[in-house]
């Protein structure tokens, strides 16, 4: 079956640097993304992984390892703003789908 | 860009009565997404529309679900009747990408 497992919830404080992972396990593979949504509001697209390695974007980055099933996303320099859910979503299909399956969320809370 | 725009907002219903969600895509985007929200389960993709034609409709619930998308710049999620478990947030969300999916500010639905 398609399956993406993340944490359900993680604290951090200001300032500081956290690794939310994401494993899956789909029937394919054509990309993985992150999306942040903050309480009440709507999904925002933060990144897309479809090779190995790391991509990053300011205090964002995202590692993708196919091999294993596995990204994680490093958030650095946490601000009280990046308190919000992180969205794990993976595309299993080849051409031109575009559907998406989606992880339940990682509930992240940053502390002064 | 205005953005994806949804209406209504916020609809609160009795069981049993007709409820339409709209949705209005981002100008030139060519697919479209329906998606319901719960926490229990996480955001969950309904139906997903490419060039106004339904691609992939496996996870409308039931036959209460119908949507439509008459032309490229509108699209409507009709339940009929509306039950007490169909309460959620409904996303509708457009893209011209394999990548980024815009989201609109959603509708929360209450069926009492």
């Known amino acids: 079956g398609q399956n993406i497992d993340q944490p359900t919830e993680m604290t951090a404080t200001e300032g500081a640097i956290v690794q939310i992972n994401c494993t899956y396990q789909?029937?394919?593979?054509?990309?993985l993304f992150w999306y942040q949504q903050h309480a009440g509001e709507a999904p925002t697209f933060l990144s897309y992984?479809?090779l190995d390695g790391l991509e990053e974007k300011g205090r964002f980055s995202s590692f993708l390892s196919r091999s294993k099933g596995y990204s994680y996303l490093l958030l650095k320099e946490l601000q009280m703003k990046d308190s919000a859910s992180y969205l794990c979503?993976?595309?299993?299909?080849?051409?031109?789908?575009?559907?998406?399956?989606w992880g339940l969320g990682t509930s992240l809370a940053v502390n002064p | 860009d205005a953005g994806v725009i949804q209406s209504p907002r916020h609809e609160v219903t009795e069981m049993g009565q007709e409820v339409t969600l709209r949705c209005k895509p981002i100008?030139?985007?060519?697919?479209l997404f329906w998606y319901r929200q719960t926490m229990m389960r996480g955001l969950e993709l309904l139906i997903y529309?490419?060039?106004?034609?339904?691609?992939?409709d496996s996870g409308m619930p039931e036959d209460r679900f119908s949507a439509k998308m008459p032309n490229a710049s509108f699209s409507t999620l009709k339940i009929q009747p509306s039950e007490p478990r169909d309460s959620a947030v409904y996303f509708c969300?457009?893209?011209?990408?394999?990548?980024?999916?815009?989201f609109g500010p959603g509708t929360r639905l209450t069926v009492t």
């Open positions: 969300a457009s893209t011209t990408s394999t990548y980024e999916q815009y």
């Open positions: 100008s030139g985007h060519n697919s």
């Open positions: 529309f490419n060039n106004n034609v339904p691609i992939d």
């Open positions: 789909t029937s394919g593979f054509n990309g």
């Open positions: 992984n479809v």
């Open positions: 979503a993976v595309s299993n299909n080849a051409g031109n789908n575009r559907k998406l399956i």
